[in-house]
């Protein structure tokens, strides 16, 4: 430092250089900005990956101990509604990175559009969720309240598990169902609430959008708000074969 | 201010810079709505001071019970009570938000020449998340508290106690939220805002260690929240995830909490040594010796620090093939630590020593911490755990670490940069004389409860037997003289708020950037970006500085 | 260590105990741990010592007095190499030392007398196999292996003998198990050391360690009438175990003669040695594991039996060695009616189930 | 002294920042295709009993999934290092988690402790 830029002198320096509305003043440049921003967004998602995974841990250590039970419940879920499910979830994700590329290419129809979709498709998606949720309350599947294990030492009288021809668990593996649901409503759950933070932000964009956000050049609240969306779809991703799939064949 | 140092040419004539970040604006508000990072800082070591005399004051009523080998002072309940209430304030309030929350929010962005913290709201959203936390704790505190040890032990905490559990989960969980965004700050601060020419290696060694701090806090503390939720729904609804009679396993839960709580007395220590570095450095007046394997220990010891958790469970039915895993991995996380002590050690070979105050607790950071990190590695040795784990042994390892290591370091820092806060002196002889009192009172309190360990003395028993009552009389008699040696810092500091003398830009004559700008620094730090042209800890980069400006001056 | 001199170090020892700064060493790892622990404190003391030589030597030597101008250092990997290497391998040496130990105190030897003991908020309760209970205090005797089988019945406990220098949690649905033998008679310190609850610090109790005659007078005295498998057996009636477990070629559940310590297979193939633990799980989570050849009608016992119940019925079981017992208790209750989970008789029958004594 | 550590340093930290690279919709619609093939493949396998490779063709399957929407729509692919390095710093920690843990767990049945 040959000539000590760092020594502040006691007047205050009148005059910022110019910078965009948007920049923030500590930032040097923009590209600065967009940078930090988007590194915090990876490393806030990385703390989302850590939330997630003492639930994966919980999933495998029981899944592993009481495989029946598991086999059981996911009986229980319909593939058909889970397939769907996934399928709109990574066109929401497809429109998403459509709607980044349309803020990158500064077109705000496009951009507008895709946000409006993605917005749609995420509704959809915890529309099937709450038809799939219905069921279960309406069966008592859900752990802690009047949990019913009737489905699985009587597989019979149930739909789902005559279907699949399933041989009627012992009352104690049977219990351990509720295990295996509240794993499916703890993981569901956890991802239907990221499910909802995002699309109230979405809203909130398509409002910022169609007033011309965005597609001035600063994109970095897209792009990372993108990032956002394309994770829960990865967890989504993992958890439609760990619910609904593996645990098929007795 | 003592006479050993070296008077830059402005510090005679120096006087409180009128406009500074403390008198910039004025008014509460401008406090509580403030996105400058020493601000934020400064509101830290408010609130973190308050919690800390809240936990001191639970500690002094945790001796003054055990004076006795009946349970007489209170019932065991409201001991328990206590004793979870000083472990929760202590840890989540107190020592993990410790120097990072407070120096290093001050000091990180002068340090490596940025104008804030990359996320100045995120910042200050972080403390009033800390804040929300501590409040919830108060609450929890009044009304009726809780007794599960800071450890939530399931399914004691899930199933068998009627007390707030709740509340205090939540509080912790929020606290939590607050780390993680402190940590997240730091990196994205620490990789994306550093000054032209401050490349990783010549980053003071203080940042290194937050830099590895903080990746603990982003990715150990998620684990802890999803833990606590378990545990509150366990509590609610009865899920049966923790729940032996239900087929789920209480062990799953010490998985998933010590994977958070092993990692976090790292982050507990690592920006403790972080201040020990620069302490040691700037009152030996030499670069710290070998800087680089300093700088990769702490990241060492971060990465090693996932891998150890089980160590806490040794007893409790894990697979003994697990346990030699984890037993082993404890013992290579221990290595990073010793390299650190040695290397500090020989910062003082041909350096010229001075003994201010935070050298003064650096010394005896050095001395309690290698005492408790060797310790340590008696509890990470399985067959010793055996005999020693859960009793006093474990409580004389932990304080040494975290009382006789961070509490000091943090001491030292506080010292250390009160000078660049404040703009004033602390009170030299009155602060040695507190430094000196607290080492004796902290001997005399904890090293009676390695002995105690050693004969068997269960942990969180509010009566013991009568014949372990001469070393516990030892203990409190200590705790007392600790507690004046921490109450003498907390007046004298206040006091030298007003009537400390003029510090100047840099009292110390150390290197850091913090110490090239004035104190207090301005809002914006830096009036002009500062280019970096010299490594960390270059005291004869320091020299021609200082010669520069005398043949300037003159 | 005391291999190498006896003598001091049992002055040593003696010296430190008669202060009541170290606990006495009343059991056979005692000594063992000891040495390790005092290895430890060694290493400590030296690494400390050295830590603190060089730093005071260093602030004298090289005082702002004695040494006004620094001279700057960057460093040294030889000495990086020393600090790292040395202490490294002074750990490893604790890390394999210290995993001897613990395997030794964990693995109980063949001919260990087995004592239940059973842990609750706040009290421990410790069953022998004569049918005498305890409530916090544990009599032993001296010169014989004992293995501890304990079970927790809400929340961890743990089973701490100072003198003996062992230690073990008492989990709740899980038995763990540890061993010890004790050496000198006395009576000596029983702790609850993990904590549990409010009178955490009330579960406590003695550890009496007699001399074998005494300890035999002692089970003499103490005895109840009926021993714990005698319990059990009661409660296999009672609880209807032997409408399914009679022994018959055509019995609805498995053979239980000799069960106990034979290699099962399951119906998963895996092959599960039947110990204390297997026995507990087939009484209340049957369906777990199934034995090949059987399917799971067993009705679970969850809820059903205390766990002092369900140690009754283990102990029975272990001591079942042939089916002469279960037919005299036979039919104290009437048989469940035939039909439903019966398979074909030629999967039965111990040998068929590759049942060995091991 | 501190010579030596100069210089190949040089540039600092300003040097990294990523030059904006935008993919096209070519790219996305590709990535899309073979995330729907990718789920209806998953989907089919399940219907096939294979035992054990059940469950790891379904986990196969969403791991690549997975990669290809960190590469291409989060743009990992055309991302600084320091984003790469990132994204497996969160994955080795995950693995740490659930394999540490399960190290536990299996192992457990070895043995009668
Ligand atoms: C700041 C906090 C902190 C720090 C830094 C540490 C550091 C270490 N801790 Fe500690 N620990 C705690 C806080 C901390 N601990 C707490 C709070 C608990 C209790 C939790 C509870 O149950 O409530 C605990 C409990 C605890 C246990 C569990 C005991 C049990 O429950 O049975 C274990 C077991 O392995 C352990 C080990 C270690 C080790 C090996 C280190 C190592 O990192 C130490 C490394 C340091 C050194 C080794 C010293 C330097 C070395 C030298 C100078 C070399 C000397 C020279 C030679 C050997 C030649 N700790
Ligand atoms: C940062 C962490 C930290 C700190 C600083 C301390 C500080 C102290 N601790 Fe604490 N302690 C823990 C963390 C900490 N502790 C934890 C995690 C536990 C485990 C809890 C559990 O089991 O769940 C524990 C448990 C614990 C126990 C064991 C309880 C038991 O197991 O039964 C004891 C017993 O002596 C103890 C004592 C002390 C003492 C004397 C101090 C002293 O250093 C404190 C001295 C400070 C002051 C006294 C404050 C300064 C003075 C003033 C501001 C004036 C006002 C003071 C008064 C009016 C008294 N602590
Ligand atoms: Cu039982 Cu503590
Ligand atoms: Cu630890």
Redesign the pocket.
């Known amino acids: 430092m040959p000539d000590s830029p760092a020594i502040a002198h006691d007047e205050l320096e009148t005059g910022h250089p110019a910078h965009p509305s948007y920049q923030r003043h500590h930032f040097a440049t923009m590209d600065q900005q967009a940078d930090a921003t988007s590194f915090a967004m990876w490393l806030f998602l990385l703390t989302e990956i850590m939330f997630f995974g003492g639930m994966f841990t919980a999933y495998l250590i029981y899944r592993n101990w009481y495989y029946p039970a598991f086999v059981a419940g996911s009986h229980q879920l319909s593939i058909f509604w889970g397939t769907l499910n996934t399928g709109v979830l990574i066109s929401s994700s497809f429109t998403m990175a459509m709607g980044v590329w349309y803020a990158e290419t500064r077109r705000k129809q496009g951009l507008v559009l895709c946000l409006i979709a993605t917005f749609v498709l995420g509704l959809g998606f915890l529309g099937i969720k709450s038809i799939e949720y219905a069921e279960k309350i309406e069966k008592h599947h859900v752990p802690g309240l009047h949990y019913s294990v009737k489905s699985f030492v009587d597989p019979a009288s149930d739909k789902a598990a005559s279907e699949y021809g399933d041989k009627p668990l012992a009352l104690d593996m049977a219990r351990h169902t509720e295990l295996y649901f509240f794993l499916y409503f703890a993981m569901t759950g956890m991802h239907a609430l990221h499910m909802i933070i995002g699309i109230c932000i979405l809203g909130y964009m398509i409002f910022r959008a169609r007033a011309g956000d965005y597609t001035d050049g600063h994109i970095s609240f897209v792009e990372n708000f993108g990032l956002y969306w394309h994770f829960v779809d990865i967890i989504w991703i993992f958890l439609f074969p760990l619910l609904y799939l593996i645990s098929r064949h007795a | 201010m003592s006479s050993t140092i070296v008077s830059l040419p402005d510090q005679s004539t120096a006087r409180i810079p009128k406009i500074n970040f403390i008198t910039k604006e004025n008014g509460l508000l401008s406090w509580l709505l403030t996105s400058d990072h020493k601000r934020i800082a400064i509101l830290y070591l408010i609130s973190i001071t308050f919690f800390?005399?809240i936990?001191?004051?639970l500690?002094?009523?945790?001796?003054l019970e055990?004076l006795t080998p009946q349970s007489d002072l209170m019932a065991a309940d409201t001991?328990n009570k206590v004793?979870?209430m000083?472990?929760?304030v202590?840890?989540f309030l107190?020592?993990v938000p410790?120097v990072p929350a407070t120096l290093g929010n001050f000091l990180i962005p002068l340090m490596i020449g940025a104008k804030d913290l990359a996320l100045p709201k995120i910042n200050l959203l972080s403390w009033y998340l800390y804040i929300a936390g501590g409040i919830l704790v108060l609450y929890t505190m009044i009304s009726g508290g809780v007794d599960?040890?800071?450890?939530f032990t399931t399914p004691l905490s899930t199933h068998y106690v009627n007390t707030n559990v709740l509340t205090t989960g939540m509080a912790i969980f929020i606290a939590g939220f607050s780390s993680i965004f402190t940590g997240l700050n730091f990196i994205v601060t620490i990789h994306k805002m550093r000054a032209p020419g401050m490349t990783w290696f010549r980053l003071p060694l203080f940042v290194w260690s937050n830099y590895a701090a903080s990746i603990l806090m982003v990715l150990g503390t998620p684990v802890l929240a999803i833990a606590l939720v378990l545990v509150a729904l366990e509590r609610t609804v009865g899920i049966g995830v923790f729940d032996p009679t239900k087929g789920g396993d209480p062990l799953l839960f010490q998985h998933l909490f010590w994977f958070y709580s092993h990692p976090a007395v790292y982050i507990?220590i690592l920006p403790g040594m972080g201040v020990i570095s620069e302490v040691i450095s700037a009152f030996s007046r030499k670069r710290v010796f070998g800087y680089t394997a300093v700088a990769f220990s702490s990241v060492a010891i971060a990465v090693f620090g996932f891998f150890v958790w089980e160590h806490h469970m040794f007893i409790m039915g894990v697979s003994s093939y697990s346990m030699l895993v984890f037993s082993l991995l404890t013992m290579l996380v221990a290595v990073p630590s010793a390299i650190k002590i040695f290397n500090w050690t020989f910062t003082l070979y041909k350096g010229s020593i001075t003994f201010e105050t935070p050298m003064l607790y650096a010394f005896g950071f050095m001395g309690l911490f290698t005492i408790g990190g060797l310790t340590g590695v008696f509890l990470g040795t399985s067959g010793t755990d055996i005999h020693l784990t859960e009793t006093?042994f474990i409580?004389a390892h932990?304080?040494f670490v975290?009382?006789g290591g961070?509490?000091m370091a943090y001491l030292a820092g506080i010292h250390f940069w009160w000078p660049k806060i404040t703009g004033r002196m602390y009170p030299e002889k009155i602060s040695q004389l507190a430094a000196v009192v607290t080492f004796i009172g902290?001997n005399f309190?904890?090293f009676p409860?390695f002995i105690l360990g050693t004969l068997g003395m269960?942990?969180?028993?509010?009566a013991y037997p009568p014949e372990f009552q001469i070393l516990n009389v030892f203990?409190?008699a200590?705790?007392t003289i600790?507690?004046?040696?921490?109450?003498l810092p907390?007046l004298y500091l206040t006091w030298s708020l007003k009537y400390g003398e003029i510090a100047g830009n840099n009292p110390w004559q150390a290197t850091g950037l913090e110490w090239q700008i004035q104190s207090p620094p301005l809002t914006e730090n830096f009036l002009e970006v500062p280019v970096m042209d010299h490594d960390a800890y270059d005291y004869e980069w320091l020299e021609r500085q200082k010669e520069k400006e005398v043949a300037s001056a003159g | 260590m005391n291999h190498i001199s006896p003598v001091i170090w049992q002055f040593f020892v003696k010296w430190l105990t008669n202060f009541e700064l170290y606990p006495p060493e009343a059991s056979r790892i005692a000594p063992q741990m000891d040495a390790l622990y005092f290895f430890m404190v060694l290493v400590s003391l030296i690494g400390l010592t050295i830590v603190i030589l060089l730093v005071t030597s260093f602030c004298i030597l090289y005082s702002k007095k004695r040494h006004p101008v620094a001279v700057q250092i960057e460093g040294s990997t030889l000495l990086e190499a020393t600090w790292t290497i040395i202490p490294l391998g002074l750990f490893l040496i604790m890390f394999v030392w210290g995993a001897l130990i613990y395997f030794r105190v964990y693995t109980p030897p063949a001919n260990a007398m087995n004592i239940y003991v059973v842990g609750k908020q706040w009290m421990w309760k410790a069953e022998h196999p004569g049918g005498q209970h305890e409530i916090n205090s544990l009599h032993v005797p001296t010169g014989q292996a004992v293995q501890l089988t304990l079970i927790s019945q809400d929340v961890f406990h743990s089973f701490s003998i100072p003198a003996f220098r062992v230690k073990r949690e008492a989990i709740p649905g899980r038995y763990t198990t540890v061993w010890f033998e004790p050496t000198t008679p006395g009576t000596y310190h029983l702790f609850c050391t993990q904590?549990c609850g409010t009178n955490h610090s009330q579960m406590i109790g003695d550890i009496v360690v007699m001399t074998p005659d005494d300890f035999k007078k002692w089970l003499a005295e103490s005895t109840s009438g009926a021993s714990l498998a005698q319990n059990g057996e009661r409660l296999f009636a009672s609880l209807s175990c032997n409408a399914c477990h009679n022994g018959r070629p055509d019995a609805r559940g498995p053979n239980l003669a000799n069960v106990y310590g034979s290699k099962l297979t399951l119906t998963n193939g895996q092959t599960q040695t039947a110990d204390e633990a297997y026995l507990r799980e087939s009484i209340l989570n049957p369906s777990e594991h199934v034995t090949q050849g059987f399917s799971p009608i067993m009705p679970t016992y969850q809820g059903q039996i205390s766990e002092d119940g369900v140690i009754a019925l283990v102990e029975y079981i272990k001591n079942l060695n042939s089916n002469y017992r279960v037919d005299q208790t036979l039919n104290t209750t009437g048989l469940l009616p035939e039909g439903e989970g019966k398979v074909a008789p030629a999967a039965r029958g111990s040998t068929a189930r590759g049942m060995v004594k091991q | 002294m501190s010579e030596h550590l100069d210089h190949e340093h040089e540039g600092g930290p300003k040097n990294d920042y990523e030059e904006h690279h935008i993919v096209s919709p070519a790219v996305y619609a590709t990535i899309f295709a073979a995330l729907l093939v990718a789920t209806g493949l998953t989907v089919g396998a399940s219907y096939i009993e294979m035992g054990v490779f059940n469950p790891i063709v379904a986990i196969g399957i969403a791991v690549i999934k997975a990669t290809l929407v960190v590469l291409f729509f989060m743009h990992v692919k055309y991302s600084s290092k320091l984003t790469k390095l990132t994204v497996g710093a969160g994955l080795f920690t995950f693995l740490a988690l659930i394999g540490m843990t399960l190290s536990d767990y299996i192992s457990r049945a070895w043995g009668r402790w």
């Open positions: 800390f005399t936990g001191g004051a500690a002094g009523v945790i001796r055990l001991y004793f979870t000083h472990g929760v202590m840890i107190f020592l410790s599960t040890g800071w450890t507990m006093y409580v932990f304080h975290m009382v961070m509490l902290f309190t904890f409860q269960p942990r969180r028993y509010a203990s409190t200590g705790a600790l507690g004046v040696g921490y109450l907390i | 904590y």
